[in-house]
Structure formats: structure tokens, C-alpha cells
């Protein structure tokens, strides 16, 4: 069964200059996204910085408003819905933000963190504290945490309340920003093999976005490569390791860095780029051409002439390059 349905979703941000601060142009966030995810599964959403995945994040939880698209949520559109009728399906999507430490209120004890969800949802005080107790130990924290105040825990220990505060209202999908990229690399550990725990637990629906394939490998059921505001090249987990077919994907994977028994890494993903990929300054998109054109490797006459869009090249694997078609 889909619990999330995506299409075409757009957002652009005004570029405005000079001194009547005239709009010049636009910043593509996300442009024209299209996605499914089934329940109990897991989409991974790789990219660098810039290539639109938080904002694609914001846009599904109502954070922000596209300017085009359409987005689905348990067969219901939500797209336009207004905050008050939204709060009614807030409930079903949840997200946890990469900080652990700014999206929580530093004024504001654990308890009242992780329970003001539930009691904007209604919940009595008696349940709340209940359920509140519940959560500690579900995601690794003790009951003495609730009477303490954010600053007072590691990185680690805060990305934790930051999950249970997103468990509190009881969600069927969970949007994870970056949850660990801030984070040790032994607590990143630690806090994927928990969301791996809950989600078994509770058949929850993960959108995990990361920078770092090697995690999203480890927790994806699919995985989707975004530059610049549009999906490159979607496919399941593993068949994005053995077989990929984007020049965009293929530098993602040769920057994977090759560390004692990872040294394999590059033959078992059958890169062939396994000199470096060149990677080139980031240029101004410019229309009705590849947007990764100047940084691309394998670019031919017909990447200028033309935008590829994103077909099934083959079965379950998607990507958008004209070469590939």
C-alpha cells in the first residue's frame, strides 16, 4: 500500500536584486519530484548539499508550501491543505531535523519536549506521562533525563529525545534529515541500529536523507540520487551499488573514501571511474540542457540539446540521462 505519493512537486525560491528588489530569477530547490513509497519501506534520498533534500522534506510535512505538485498522504492530497486542517494528518508524518541541539527548545525540560505533541493531539495528563516514560526506554534513555534541559546531554542523547519526541504522536511515516550526520561515527552507529529497532517494531515508513551512501546503503529499501532539485537516477538499494548507470551517481560512489577492508568498496559497486572522477566547480543551470552537463564526464552534443527526463532503463531502475535511453 502507498503511504506517500509525489508528483511533480516544485519550489522555487526568488532571486531579487537591485533597489527596487526586482526578481531576477529563480533557485530551483526542487523541481518536478516524483516518488512512491509503499508502507514499512525505506526511501533513501542522496545528494551534496544544495540538491534540494531537506527542502523536498519540509515540502511533505507542510513546513513549506510548493509552488507546484501535487503530494499525497495516505490516498488523501494534502498539498493545499491549510495548517487547521492539516493537524488532523500531521499526525501520520513526523520529522526529525539533522541538528539535534537547534530543533530543540532550549528552554524546555524532556518531558515537556516529547510530550507537547501529544498534548496538542489531546491526550490527558495521566497518559501522557505514561506514554512519555515509554518512549524513554524505547529509545535508550532514562527516566532521570525528563526533568532535564537539552544542553545537559551529548549529541547523541538529543537526536534520541529528538526521535522520541517524533514517536509521540504516533506516526506512520518519519522523515530522518540527516540524523546522524553530526553525529561520532561509533553514536552513528548506535542510532541507526535503534530506527532499525523501531521500524521493525512498529512497521514505520522511513525517508531517510543522507550524504553518506554507505549509510543510506545500510538502511534503504530504494534509493533516489537528487542534484540540483531533480531525481538523477532511482533504483533499489543494491542495484544503485552494482549497477550504476548516472555519471552523477558513479562520482557520488568513487568519493566514497576506501579505509582498511572497504578497499573493495569500488569493485564490489563495479565503479569503472576508479581514477577520480573529475569534479568541477558548480556552474549556472541553464535550460532545456543536462543540468550536470559541465561536470560531467561522459557529456555528448545531445546533453546540450536537450533535458533528459528520468525513464525506466531498466526493470526498477530509473534514470535521467539521455546516453542511458
Known amino acids: 500500500m502507498n503511504i506517500l505519493e ?20 529563480y533557485v530551483k530547490a ?6 512512491l513509497l509503499n508502507k514499512g519501506k525505506t526511501l533513501g534520498i542522496v545528494g551534496e548539499s544544495g540538491s534540494g533534500k531537506t527542502t523536498l522534506a519540509r515540502l511533505i510535512v507542510r513546513l513549506m508550501e510548493p509552488n507546484e505538485g501535487q503530494i499525497f498522504l495516505k490516498g488523501a492530497e494534502i498539498t493545499h491543505f ?49 506514554k512519555i516514560k515509554q518512549l524513554m526506554g524505547m529509545v535508550g534513555l532514562s527516566q532521570d533525563a525528563l526533568g532535564r534541559f537539552p544542553h545537559e546531554f551529548s549529541g547523541g542523547q538529543r537526536q534520541r529525545i529528538s526521535i522520541a519526541r517524533a514517536l509521540a ?34 512497521n514505520l515508513t522511513y525517508i531517510f536523507i543522507a550524504h553518506d551512501l554507505r549509510v543510506v546503503r545500510h538502511v534503504s529499501d530504494e534509493i533516489c540520487v537528487m ?20 555519471p552523477y551517481t558513479k562520482l557520488l560512489l568513487s568519493a566514497i573514501p576506501l579505509l582498511g577492508r572497504k578497499r573493495d568498496l569500488l569493485e564490489e559497486v563495479k565503479v569503472e571511474a576508479k581514477a577520480k572522477v573529475e ?24 546533453c546540450v540539446e536537450t533535458e533528459p527526463e528520468l525513464q525506466e532503463v531498466l ?11
Open 6 to 25: 509525489v508528483k511533480e512537486l516544485k519550489k522555487y525560491f526568488p532571486i531579487r536584486r537591485g533597489l527596487f528588489y526586482k526578481t531576477v530569477g
Open 30 to 35: 526542487v523541481d518536478g519530484v516524483s516518488f
Open 82 to 130: 491549510s495548517e487547521r486542517k492539516f493537524r488532523s494528518s500531521r499526525k501520520f508524518v513526523q520529522i526529525v531535523f539533522q541538528d539535534p541541539f537547534g530543533s530543540l527548545d532550549p528552554r524546555f525540560t524532556v518531558d515537556r519536549i516529547v510530550g507537547e505533541g501529544m498534548e496538542l493531539l489531546g491526550s490527558g495528563v495521566a497518559e501522557r506521562r505514561e
Open 169 to 202: 504522536a504516533e506516526p506512520e511515516l518519519l522523515i530522518l534529515d540527516e540524523p546522524v550526520s553530526s553525529l561520532d561515527l561509533s553514536i552513528q552507529a548506535q542510532v541507526i541500529n535503534l530506527l532499525l529497532e523501531l521500524q521493525d517494531k512498529f
Open 227 to 246: 542534484y540540483r532539485g531533480k531525481i538523477l537516477e532511482k533504483a533499489s538499494s543494491n542495484e544503485i551499488f552494482k549497477n550504476p548507470l548516472h
Open 279 to 302: 569534479v568541477k566547480a558548480e556552474v549556472k543551470i541553464k535550460e532545456n540542457r543536462c543540468r550536470f552537463l559541465e561536470r560531467c564526464p561522459e557529456k555528448d552534443k545531445i
Open 315 to 325: 526493470p526498477g531502475h530509473f534514470v535521467s540521462c539521455l546516453k542511458k535511453n
